[in-house]
């Protein structure tokens, strides 16, 4: 049973009324609880992306593969384009009904939108139907991950000790990057039992099978979550809502924009856009690709709690002041790289220097955010802004990338991804210490 904090705490609990009242150990039971749903949402989406290399056949066909997996690539940045409408449902359902209502639907809804895509027959058994059918399946997913991050990324940030809210919040992309690093290793692993022509046959439905029943189980521990508002601050007239973020938090919803362009477009371009890159331009195997990814993604995993914890000792400000100066300078080179090589030891330092750099930002991203809204309009003001940018350039970073590789000009990429993160670089001089000033800072946040 979770026990309330001291009662020498309560007048800072009514300060800030979404400070959830846990002790140590059930404040941990908690970011497990949340942290597990947001495991299986991520793997979820991204079984897509590293099976598409594999099913582009069966819903694209055609001769030409870079315009097959551009075609996967559209299909993945529109899931990308709904989650600013996940973001403003699930995050005004958070802030007006509570986080764990919010967190329980976007998981089934992220099961249905698994299971769809695992039964959905092909091009050749119904034609057009097929891609369309998958199309819907994606959207639902990314209307699902859209309301996902904002929620639990508020969630964990209001559960959080003082501080480590650093250390605790980078379990958001812990889960987050593990859904990625599992959706990874379940395709290796298929890719060991089962031949290329299997797998393009019918072996990709596997991870969507498994994706559709590992978020049973998540809903089934989310159903334990404790909720961290209160009744009064649900009911307010403000709580949920896009004209008082805009009247009274504009500049806070601005500047998660800037930098959650650059943060977003960067990460995805270093992991899930990596896998092709490596075989398209890299021209190294699928399988070599897959292993490759999948130790990357495990490295990237793990540090997390260490840039965390940098964070906690030196300031948020500071670590996304690095995050943005030192992708800036070092995308280019790296890319170029990258592109250059085709020995999977030497590819796996360069993915995760790159990794490491951006691990600053991804590893406080969502607490960032969350410091920066009042508590009554906290999960919708993280998960739209969070949403729109990660929409438009996040989601969109394969399909430009692919894009401009087909008109001939690839690098034109790397400095479009180095421009972001100028920009992201320049948001950040705007951010608040954190350590004397945000909407978390009541219960002595540090």
């Known amino acids: 049973m979770n026990r309330p904090i001291p009662a020498a705490h309560d007048a800072l609990a009514s300060q800030n009324p979404t400070i959830a009242a846990y002790d140590n150990r059930a404040r941990i039971r908690a970011i497990i609880g949340s942290s597990s749903?947001?495991?299986?949402?991520?793997?979820?989406?991204?079984?897509?992306?590293?099976?598409?290399?594999?099913?582009?056949?069966?819903?694209?066909?055609?001769?030409?593969?870079?315009?097959?997996?551009?075609?996967?690539?559209?299909?993945?940045?529109?899931?990308?384009?709904?989650?600013?409408?996940?973001?403003?449902?699930?995050?005004?359902?958070?802030?007006?009904?509570?986080?764990?209502?919010?967190?329980?639907?976007?998981?089934?809804?992220?099961c249905a939108g698994s299971l769809v895509i695992a039964i959905l027959p092909t091009y050749g058994?119904?034609?057009?139907?097929?891609?369309?059918?998958?199309?819907?399946?994606?959207?639902?997913?990314?209307?699902?991950?859209?309301?996902?991050?904002?929620?639990?990324?508020?969630?964990?940030?209001?559960?959080?000790?003082?501080?480590?809210?650093?250390?605790?919040?980078?379990?958001?992309?812990?889960?987050?990057?593990?859904?990625?690093?599992l959706a990874s290793l379940v395709v290796v692993l298929v890719t060991m039992v089962l031949s290329d022509q299997e797998m393009s046959a019918w072996g990709w439905r596997i991870p969507f099978f498994i994706g559709a029943g590992a978020a049973v189980v998540a809903l089934y521990l989310r159903r334990s979550l404790h909720e961290t508002t209160t009744e009064g601050a649900r009911a307010s007239k403000e709580a949920g809502s896009i004209l008082a973020i805009w009247r009274h938090h504009r500049r806070a919803f601005l500047t998660v924009l800037g930098y959650t362009a650059g943060g977003s477009l960067i990460f995805y371009t270093f992991t899930?856009?990596?896998?092709?890159?490596?075989?398209?331009?890299?021209?190294?195997?699928?399988?070599?690709?897959?292993?490759?990814?999948?130790?990357?993604?495990?490295?990237?995993?793990?540090?997390?709690?260490?840039?965390?914890?940098?964070?906690?000792?030196f300031g948020r400000k500071t670590a996304m002041l690095i995050f943005g100066a030192s992708t800036t300078l070092l995308t280019v080179p790296l890319l170029h790289a990258i592109g250059s090589t085709t020995n999977p030891v030497l590819a796996y330092g360069l993915i995760t220097a790159a990794l490491l750099c951006v691990s600053f930002y991804t590893s406080i991203s969502g607490l960032v955010k969350a410091e920066m809204f009042p508590a009554e309009v906290r999960a919708l003001g993280v998960g739209?802004?969070?949403?729109?940018?990660?929409?438009?350039?996040?989601?969109?970073?394969?399909f430009v990338a692919l894009s401009f590789k087909d008109w001939g000009v690839e690098t034109w990429f790397f400095w479009y991804v180095t421009a972001m993160c100028l920009i992201a670089f320049l948001t950040s001089l705007q951010m608040p210490d954190s350590r004397r000033s945000g909407y978390l800072q009541g219960d002595g946040t540090a």
């Open 37 to 110: 749903g947001n495991l299986v949402e991520w793997y979820d989406f991204y079984a897509y992306a590293f099976t598409a290399i594999y099913f582009k056949d069966a819903f694209f066909p055609g001769a030409d593969p870079t315009v097959q997996l551009i075609n996967t690539a559209a299909v993945f940045a529109i899931g990308f384009l709904m989650r600013p409408i996940g973001g403003w449902v699930f995050g005004r359902v958070a802030d007006r009904y509570g986080r764990k209502t919010s967190m329980l639907i976007s998981v089934m809804m992220m």
């Open 272 to 313: 899930t856009y990596m896998q092709k890159y490596l075989v398209n331009t890299a021209h190294m195997d699928k399988k070599t690709a897959n292993l490759t990814m999948t130790a990357v993604l495990f490295t990237y995993m793990v540090v997390q709690p260490l840039f965390g914890l940098f964070a906690d000792r």
């Open 384 to 398: 739209l802004s969070y949403a729109i940018a990660n929409a438009l350039f996040g989601g969109s970073a394969e």
């Open 125 to 181: 058994q119904i034609g057009l139907l097929a891609p369309i059918l998958l199309l819907l399946a994606r959207m639902a997913q990314g209307l699902s991950v859209g309301g996902e991050y904002g929620t639990s990324a508020t969630y964990m940030s209001e559960v959080a000790l003082k501080g480590r809210r650093g250390f605790y919040g980078s379990f958001q992309y812990v889960t987050l990057i593990g859904g990625q690093l």
